[in-house]
């Protein structure tokens, strides 16, 4: 296949139309929702842990969220965002943060879309996401877009973001960092996803919800100690990556320079990338959670964004910059851990490894479970066996394939599965909005409930 003609897609699809077509829904929702990701943030994070997982559902609402974020935090948070400074320059953060705030409330309403338009599959499983919320909120005659998106969906998990650049980032990192051999590594990878997906989402669910909370301690623990070892220049570089936001980067070392609208390109579509806000892979994660009330819902899965960008892509991005190596040839991995290994010079490498190690496994897991239920929904639940099975086999192959073309082909599915999503989000932003409405005067009224409820004696005589 012509690479020069494949790069043209993938340069077309991730150009300005989707990435406008992603911005301006999340800027639609934000206006719409009276900027509910500031006004509401605080109650969001409370329910992470406090959620009453009360209603219908396979898992708990924390269990949802960590299979989202399984899924979403992994190789970008610390390759993504090192690739988006090399090409954009520090500016490339901002805009980084920019996409993740109004992401924030395109990525509530996907939560809240999919468990209002979840279904029971005929195993007596919950199944959701964008093309359930197609099919049944759009209508019928809308039902091919959420065939399409469930193709795409199927194609991603198979051979893109679900395998092949993930198995290759862990059977890397682990062989240059501590010499282990390729086929070791890619053995005991496999048979570890196995293990976990071959018992399903509860199984995924429950290694998640371990190891995504681990994962997240561990990396904001060592990026903090980065900046803590470079304390002195932290407020020049957010400063830097202000300035650099508007008027682009001048020319430094083995850098090139980057104007605004690099910065901005990049910026956007690395953020957009890491966090998947938009993107509508989250939403079938989302769609398993136990409650009764989708705004519920939409506003613990709003968190993942701010989760994935606002503080772990920015760590990562403060973490590459305070230490000077931002303005280096280096890129990807090798430029974060130049940053890890400039403030921890015996064990940063090996810090970096344990991380992208947890990183990218948790993504294998919350993709495999995206792409069965896209495959559930276009072949029945007859090919959920096929489908891990062959999921499994290509986690197997992945160790030992460097296609180019297989990754350009990626971020091109990748990309299209965004168009009949934000599609869907905005012909059902009405609907979001009343069910806010109506959560939110849910809410009030239990608040007057427990005011006006008589206080207990034993109580009232302390």
């Avoid at 650099?244 to 320079?257: Q, V």
Wanted: glycine share 10%; hydrophobic share 55%; aromatic share 10%.
């Amino acid at each position: 296949m012509d690479m020069e003609l494949l790069n043209a897609i993938d340069s077309f699809i991730w150009g300005p139309p989707l990435l406008v077509l992603l911005v301006g829904t999340g800027i639609l929702l934000t206006v719409r929702l009276g900027f509910l990701q500031v006004f509401r943030l605080k109650k969001a994070l409370t329910l992470i842990f406090r959620a009453k997982d009360s209603g219908e559902g396979d898992i708990n609402s924390f269990k949802a969220l960590c299979t989202a974020l399984a899924a979403t935090i992994g190789t970008g948070n610390i390759v993504g965002v090192a690739t988006a400074i090399h090409a954009g320059g520090p500016g490339a953060l901002f805009w980084m943060w920019l996409a993740a705030f109004f992401g924030m409330a395109t990525k509530y309403a996907e939560g809240l879309l999919a468990v209002k338009y979840r279904e029971t599959d005929a195993k007596g499983h919950i199944a959701g996401g964008p093309m359930y919320y197609i099919k049944n909120g759009l209508g019928e005659q809308w039902k091919p877009l959420g065939t399409l998106f469930a193709v795409f969906g199927v194609l991603v998990a198979f051979f893109g973001i679900g395998t092949f650049a993930q198995v290759n980032s862990i059977v890397e990192i682990t062989k240059i960092t501590v010499g282990i051999p390729v086929e070791a590594t890619a053995a005991v990878l496999t048979v570890t996803v196995a293990a976990v997906t071959l018992g399903g989402l509860q199984s995924i669910a429950r290694v998640s919800s371990k190891i995504v909370p681990a994962m997240a301690v561990i990396y904001f623990v060592t990026t903090v100690g980065v900046l803590l070892s470079f304390y002195e220049a932290v407020p020049a570089a957010v400063a830097l990556v202000l300035e650099n936001a508007f008027t682009g980067t001048a020319a430094t070392g083995g850098f090139l320079g980057a104007t605004v609208m690099m910065a901005m390109r990049n910026g956007i579509a690395r953020g957009v990338f890491s966090n998947e806000s938009g993107l509508g892979s989250a939403p079938i994660a989302a769609a398993a959670a136990k409650t009764k009330w989708p705004a519920e819902q939409g506003l613990i899965s709003m968190t993942g964004t701010f989760i994935d960008t606002i503080i772990i892509c920015t760590l990562t991005g403060l973490s590459i910059i305070v230490t000077g190596q931002w303005s280096t040839e280096l890129n990807g991995a090798a430029l974060t851990n130049a940053a890890f290994t400039a403030a921890f010079p015996a064990f940063g490498s090996e810090l970096l490894m344990v991380s992208l190690v947890l990183f990218a496994f948790t993504t294998i897991l919350g993709w495999n479970y995206y792409g069965e239920r896209c495959a559930e929904y276009l072949c029945g639940v007859r090919i959920i066996k096929p489908y891990r099975v062959v999921f499994i086999l290509l986690v197997a192959c992945g160790a030992f394939l460097k296609l180019e073309a297989i990754w350009v082909l990626a971020d091109i599915v990748n990309g299209l599965m965004a168009i009949p999503n934000l599609i869907a989000l905005l012909g059902l932003s009405g609907v979001v909005v009343a069910e806010t409405k109506r959560y939110f005067a849910h809410l009030g009224e239990e608040e007057t409930e427990e005011r006006k409820a008589p206080v207990p004696a034993a109580e009232a005589g302390k």
